[in-house]
């Protein structure tokens, strides 16, 4: 196995939540990654990742390389390395962002996004915290789920 695209410097990382956690229901809530300042995520990411993941700002639409991946394997979070998406559940949405249909289950958590003025359900890395994106109710058979991820937040583990 190799990682593509981006090295991961694991170690400690996490940072903001918005909604508290209970530890019983929480695996990763005494994760080294949760206990990361700010300050230690924008010297460890560059500033896309950082803003992307650390202050959940959007790339722009087709920017991302991993539109064009076709290779099998494992898509993971660039902050901490947690699996979140397989290759065989990715497809072309025509938004210009990388797109899954279900994510690895407990890799995610959800919670209800107003910044624009109209609730959407943001999902971020269970274990980092790490803002990946958006789903939405408008995917593909069998889920009906697309979960449009930032491909600044991504890093990819070929098969």
Same mark, same amino acid.
């Given at each position: 196995m190799t990682l593509?695209?981006?090295?991961?410097?694991?170690?400690?990382?996490?940072? =903001?939540?918005?909604? #508290?956690?209970?530890?019983?229901?929480?695996?990763?809530?005494?994760? #080294?990654?949760?206990?990361?300042?700010?300050?230690?995520?924008?010297?460890? =990411?560059?500033p896309g990742a950082y803003n992307v993941l650390r202050h959940e700002a959007t790339e722009m639409a087709g920017t991302s390389p991993f539109n064009k991946e076709k290779r099998r394997g494992t898509y993971v979070c660039l902050g901490c390395a947690l699996p979140l998406f397989k290759s065989e559940w990715k497809y072309e949405s025509g938004t210009g962002w990388p797109s899954f249909y279900t994510a690895i289950k407990g890799a995610v958590s959800k919670k209800t996004d107003f910044k624009i003025g109209i609730p959407r359900t943001e999902y971020h890395c269970a274990r980092c915290l790490g803002h990946q /994106?958006?789903?939405? #109710?408008? /995917?593909?058979? #069998?889920?009906?789920?697309?979960?449009?991820?930032?491909?600044?937040? =991504? /890093?990819?583990?070929?098969?």
């Open positions: 593509d695209r981006r090295a991961f410097l694991l170690g400690s990382s996490v940072a =903001l939540t918005t909604t #508290p956690v209970l530890a019983a229901t929480d695996p990763y809530a005494g994760s #080294p990654w949760r206990k990361m300042t700010d300050a230690e995520w924008k010297k460890r =990411l560059d /994106g958006h789903v939405f #109710p408008d /995917g593909p058979r #069998p889920t009906g789920l697309r979960y449009c991820n930032n491909g600044d937040a =991504l /890093g990819f583990i070929a098969a």
